[in-house]
């Protein structure tokens, strides 16, 4: 059955969505789109060291990213920059990194375009593996922390103070992204890895009431964009990665009418 | 050596120095179990710092802060809340615990609050909110409990319903508690400790000592600290949280 790369496609992209759902709100909730952008440009350096290096590319970009993150947290604390003008530093730096590295490396030739976009359909046996086991440690270690990690989003301070060390868990959470990004980067790409973290969260703040709602809705939308994206591919043969998005784009804008019909009923 | 035991938080010689100059300085109190301490002072002179010193929030201070146990509950002078979150009453109260449906509905009902439950936080008012804050406070059944102006917007009946509480709180959880307030004159009666801040500790010991002390009158004007220093509650009646008046029995 796993011959079938259809089937495949599906495995790992449902796998992908169980983890992003829930990722994708702490995203959503704590302001951290651009951030989680950031971190996926600079996954090309960790692309570009895999090949120089031969390691593992999901260990580079993992280790690439999480490096990155750590930078972040720690220039947040010592410096008077606001976070977009840090992250913008970050992402334009990382990203230029990489393009010179790859400059370098004249003689080997990717696919940059692969990178960029991914690609879903080409995925092979040992990325299911490293999907599922991957997104379901990511998965473990969210439920450990998620009383802590929820506490400093709702308000640091209180969070700190009635003794939650947020600062510890803010750092396992930025890691936990390094690493949705790192397994997934092959399947979706490094551009659009970030819309299937907001996108469905998005869509799922819409329509729900409380944080546990909406990170189940959050879930189905992921798992919807996957099905509804790779069938159309497969349909009416388009790119499967951007397809994916398109579809959780349009789930977002039915929630929207459901927002409408909310505010009238509170008037 | 009782006193030891009793001993929540202690600070020696406290002070935060900040941005090239000191947001306090020299700040020494205790809080010992069941007990109020009271800080009060003019703006900007040190109080919410304080509170923040004794949580821990600041990492890098001056002096020393010993604290003895970990059950701590805030209630934050501002607290800022990022919409982009769905959050219900229901909730925020189980925030930073794990609390039974039973033990929330209590802590709402003490603070007036029940029919609150399940509504978005959002929606809540300024008074209703702060009196959600309390209620996650009290729910969490500290043994240190910081409340950095706990009753603002509130009105004037809940506030002094919420004074009333709060000494309530400190008698049956027999938790040191540690208070800021603008309003004196009804802080001073139910205080066990006085601290006095302005940048530093100007005066500190019983309501009474504070209220007669030279450095409190020159802060506060020698009137003020007269009225303030004689309000004793004697009312014929009990104004309940919610507003309404029961006669005492």
Known sequence: MLDDFFIRALLVGIGMALVTGPLGCFVVWRRLSFFGDTLAHSALLGVTLSYTTEINMALSVFVISSIVALILLKLQKTTNLPSDALLGLLAHSSLAIG?????????????????????????NVNDIILVWIGGAIILIVLKIIWKPLFASTVNFELAEAEGMKPEKYNAIFTI?????????????????????????????????DNPMQMVIFSIIGGLLSVLIGLFASLEINTPSGPSIITAGLLLFILSLSRIKKKTQLNN | MTQINNSLVKLENVGVFVNDKWLVKGVTFEINKGQIVTLIGPNGSGKTTTAKITLGLYKDIEGKVLKFTEKVAYVPQKISIDWTLPIRVNDF?????????????????????????????????????????????????PELLVLDEPVQGVDFNGEIALYELIKKISDTLNCGILLISHNLHVVMSKTDHVVCLNGHVCCSGTPIDVANNEKYQEIFGKDISKILSVYEHSHDHIH??????EKKK
Do not use: Y
Request: aromatic share 2%; hydrophobic share 55%; charged share 20%.
């Open chain 2, 240 to 245: 309940k949280i919610d507003g309404s008046i």
């Open chain 1, 99 to 123: 393009l010179v590295v790859i400059g370098l490396l004249a003689t080997i030739r990717f696919d940059l375009m692969g990178l960029l976009f991914g690609d879903i359909l080409a995925v």
């Open chain 1, 176 to 208: 936990l992204l390094a690493a949705i990004i790192a397994i997934s980067i092959k399947m979706v790409g490094l551009l659009l890895i970030t819309g299937m973290l907001i996108l469905p969260a998005a869509m799922a703040r819409n329509i729900s």
């Open chain 2, 93 to 141: 109260m189980n925030l930073t615990n794990t609390l039974t449906n039973d033990e929330i509905k209590d802590a709402l009902e003490i603070t007036g609050t029940p029919h609150l439950i399940n509504k978005d936080l959002k929606s809540l008012s300024g008074g209703e909110f702060q009196r959600i804050l309390m209620a996650r406070a009290i729910a969490k059944k």
